[in-house]
C-alpha cells in the first residue's frame, strides 16, 4: 500500500473521529479534506480549490434547490397544510386505521409542495400528536407514522435529494424525477397496508375517530373543504411536475415559477402578508446557505481523496467483493443504509455516491435505477437512531408525556417497509425506469 493510499484511509477514519468528537459535519469534511490533502501534496491543493468551489456555486441545475425550499416554505409558513390534515383526518376518521393514513396522505402532499422533513413533521407533530392521544392510539405507531410521513418528501418530486443525486451523477434532474414518482407513491402504498391491516390485526392499536365527531361536519362539507384547500397547492404540483417531467420546462425554469405560484396559492387563501414572506425568505436562505456550505465543504474532501488515489483504493477493494454487480450493489446500499446512522443524506451523496460512480460507469448500470434505489435508501437515514433527524424534529414538539423511546420504537416498523421498499425496486428495476422511458427522456 502507497503512502498516499494510507493517507486516503486515514482522510476517512479523521472524518469519523471528528464526527464522533461532535464536530459540525462541513468543517469535518474541510478540516480532513485539507490535512491530509496538504500532506499528500502540498499547497497544490489549494490551487485546485478555487476551481471546484466555483464549479459548485455556478452550477446552473441547483439554482432550483432555494426556488423548491421557498415554494415548500411559502405553504407550511402560511398555514394551509394545517387546515388540509383537519379535513383529510376527518374523512378518513371512520376507518380503522384512518387517522394514521391521512397522516400518510398529508406526508405525501406536503412531501410534493414542501419537500421540507422538518416542516412537515413539526406540522404533523403539532397538529395530530395530540389527537391521536386523546383517542387512544397506540403511541409508538403514532410517533412512527408521523416520522415516516414526514420522510416521504425525500423521494417523492420536487426532492432536494433527487437534485443533488442528479448532478452526481450526470443525468437529468427531470429524469430522476420521473423515476423517483413510482417508487414514492408504492412507499406511501406499502405504508397505508400497513396501518390498516394494524387496524385487522391490532384494531385497539388506531381507532377509529368517534362517530359523534365525525358527524360535527357532513360528508359534504368535508369534501368541499377538502377541494377548496387542497386543490391549489395540488395543481401547483401537478403544474410544476408536469412541466418537468413533460419535458416542457427546465427544473429552475418550472422551481421558478412554483415559487411564484406559491404565492399566488397563498394570497388566493388569503394568507399572503410580510410577515409570512419574511419568514419564508429567512427559512429559505437558512436551509440553502447550510446546504451549500456542506456542498463546498465537500468539494474539499472530495479533491484531497481523488488526489490520495481514493478512487484507486475503493476500486481495488470492490474486486474482492463476491457477486459482481449485484454483490456490489448490496455493498454499497449496505454501506449507505449503515452511514445513514451516524451522518447525513448530503454527505452521504457528496462522500459515498462518487467513489461508486466510476466503478457503475464502467459496469454499464443503469444510473437512473440505482439513483432511485439511493433515495430510497437516503430516506431511511431521517428514521434510523441515534442521529435520524426526524426523531429530533418529533422530540422537539411532542408533549412532555411521551418518551423518546416511544418514538424510536415507533420508527422500527417504518424503516422495516422502506427497506422492503428499497428490495422491490431493486428486484423490479421498471418500476424506476419505466416512466422516464415511456415518456422518452
Known amino acids: 500500500m502507497s503512502y498516499d493510499e494510507i493517507l486516503a484511509i486515514l482522510c476517512i477514519v479523521s472524518f469519523f473521529v471528528l464526527l464522533a468528537f461532535g464536530m459540525p459535519v462541513a468543517l469535518t469534511l474541510a478540516v480532513s479534506g485539507l490535512f491530509f490533502g496538504y500532506l499528500g501534496f502540498g499547497a497544490g491543493l489549494f490551487d485546485l480549490l478555487p476551481a471546484r468551489i466555483f464549479g459548485v456555486t455556478a452550477n446552473y441545475t441547483l439554482i432550483a434547490i432555494p426556488l423548491f425550499v421557498f415554494m415548500g416554505a411559502m405553504l407550511e409558513k402560511s398555514k394551509i397544510a394545517d387546515e388540509l390534515m383537519d379535513v383529510i383526518g376527518h374523512l378518513a376518521g371512520g376507518l380503522r386505521g384512518g387517522m394514521g393514513i391521512g397522516i400518510i396522505i398529508v406526508g405525501v402532499l406536503m412531501g410534493a409542495t414542501t419537500g421540507i422533513v422538518g416542516a412537515t413533521i413539526v406540522t404533523l407533530g403539532l397538529l395530530t400528536l395530540p389527537a391521536l392521544m386523546r383517542r387512544n392510539y397506540h403511541l409508538p405507531t403514532a410517533c412512527g407514522t408521523i416520522c415516516a410521513s414526514g420522510t416521504l ?63 360535527a361536519m357532513s360528508r359534504r362539507d368535508l369534501w368541499l373543504a377538502a377541494l377548496r384547500i387542497g386543490l391549489p397547492p395540488i395543481s401547483l404540483v401537478l403544474a410544476v411536475l408536469g412541466s418537468i417531467i413533460g419535458g416542457i420546462a427546465a427544473p429552475t425554469e418550472a422551481a421558478s415559477m412554483g415559487a411564484l405560484g406559491s404565492i399566488i396559492v397563498v394570497m388566493i387563501a388569503g394568507r399572503f402578508s410580510f ?23 465537500a468539494q474539499v474532501f472530495a479533491l484531497a481523496f481523488r ?91 411532542a408533549p412532555p408525556e411521551v418518551a423518546t423511546i416511544e418514538i424510536y420504537k415507533g420508527v422500527v416498523p417504518f424503516i422495516g417497509l422502506q427497506l422492503i421498499a428499497l428490495v422491490i425496486v431493486y428486484l423490479n428495476p421498471g418500476i424506476a425506469t419505466w416512466l422516464p422511458r415511456a415518456i422518452g427522456w
Open 275 to 297: 410577515s409570512v414572506l419574511r419568514e419564508t425568505t429567512l427559512a429559505t436562505t437558512r436551509i440553502t446557505a447550510g446546504m451549500m456550505f456542506i456542498l463546498i465543504c
Open 307 to 397: 488526489g490520495l488515489h481514493g478512487e484507486q483504493l475503493v476500486s481495488d477493494l470492490f474486486n474482492v467483493v463476491p457477486g459482481g454487480v449485484n454483490g456490489i450493489l448490496i455493498f454499497m446500499m449496505a454501506l449507505i443504509f449503515v452511514l445513514g446512522f451516524f451522518i447525513e443524506w448530503i454527505e452521504i451523496s457528496y462522500i459515498v455516491v462518487p467513489l461508486f460512480l466510476p466503478l457503475l460507469l464502467n459496469l454499464n448500470v443503469d444510473l437512473v435505477w440505482v439513483a432511485t434505489l439511493i433515495a430510497l435508501n437516503l430516506q431511511t437515514s431521517f428514521l434510523t437512531p441515534p442521529f435520524g433527524w426526524a426523531l429530533f424534529y418529533l422530540r422537539g414538539v
Open 153 to 215: 418528501g425525500q423521494i417523492i418530486p420536487p426532492s432536494t435529494i433527487l437534485i443533488l443525486l442528479a448532478d452526481i451523477l450526470g443525468q437529468s434532474v427531470g429524469t430522476l424525477f420521473a423515476a423517483a414518482l413510482i417508487p414514492g407513491l408504492i412507499l406511501s402504498g406499502i405504508f397505508c397496508i400497513y396501518l390498516l391491516t394494524l387496524g385487522i390485526v391490532k384494531p385497539e392499536w388506531v381507532p377509529p375517530v368517534a362517530l359523534e365527531e365525525r358527524e
